[in-house]
T-cell receptor, first 116, second 112 residues
Framework: GAVVSQHPSRVICKSGTSVKIECRSL??????MFWYRQFPKKSLMLMAT?????????EQGVEKDKFLINHASLTLSTLTVTSAHPEDSSFYIC????????????FGSGTRLTVV | DQQVKQNSPSLSVQEGRISILNCDYT??????FLWYKKYPAEGPTFLIS?????DKNEDGRFTVFLNKSAKHLSLHIVPSQPGDSAVYFC???????????FGKGTHLIIQP
């Protein structure tokens, strides 16, 4: 079945540095990738939607200059947290839409970001 | 190894009847569980959750049941309405995992 690989699974970085998170669809082409942030024991918050080859669409309240999303190919999307602050510490998860089925949607395993 | 499994890719239910969506998990350390609903071209939205210390949580037409000994949870929707047609994801958290682990989803179709 469809598999989405997300890495790193955990990352610790210093304040002010940037961190890149990758999301790859391993056995299908993802026309659309979604990036979420999860708050402890709470719902997922959709941050942005990216379509291959075009600019990402950000949800209201999400800083596009801080959370850079690149969807350069049909199998890879990246989220870069720039100038990270401790409040950016969270669990980030991607999801890929295959476009081959009406509801084709697969989640990555997530990335725990800790900014110190 | 899939820790959260939704074995039914799709489910068809008559409007007005009860919809039962099932989810199994393997990690006994999970301590909370959530259900998400997803419409096409949208991200999943939170529906209902349950802590591992409970065996039932009810919210309107939606009830989630947790059977820890069987490592099984289910979402009951009654009565089912056309607007309930969507994909439902089961997710589990805690147990040493850093975030949520999702199932593959079940496509619920409510027929008139």
């Amino acid at each position: 079945g469809a598999v989405v690989s997300q890495h790193p699974s955990r990352v610790i970085c210093k304040s002010g540095t940037s961190v890149k998170i990758e999301c790859r669809s391993l056995d299908f082409q993802a026309t659309t990738m979604f990036w979420y942030r999860q708050f402890p024991k709470k719902s997922l918050m959709l941050m942005a939607t990216s379509n291959e080859g075009s600019k990402a669409t950000y949800e209201q309240g999400v800083e596009k200059d801080k959370f850079l999303i690149n969807h350069a190919s049909l199998t890879l999307s990246t989220l870069t947290v720039t100038s990270a602050h401790p409040e950016d510490s969270s669990f980030y998860i991607c999801s890929a839409y295959s476009g081959t089925a009406y509801y084709g949607y697969t989640f990555g395993s997530g990335t725990r970001l800790t900014v110190v | 190894d899939q820790q959260v499994k939704q074995n039914s890719p799709s489910l068809s239910v008559q409007e007005g009847r009860i919809s039962i969506l099932n989810c199994d998990y393997t990690n006994s350390m999970f301590d909370y569980f959530l259900w998400y609903k997803k419409y096409p071209a949208e991200g999943p939205t939170f529906l209902i959750s349950i802590s591992s210390i409970k065996d039932k949580n009810e919210d309107g037409r939606f009830t989630v049941f947790l059977n820890k000994s069987a490592k099984h949870l289910s979402l009951h929707i009654v009565p089912s309405q056309p607007g309930d047609s969507a994909v439902y994801f089961c997710a589990a958290g805690g147990g040493g995992a850093d975030g949520l682990t999702f199932g593959k989803g079940t496509h619920l179709i409510i027929q008139p």
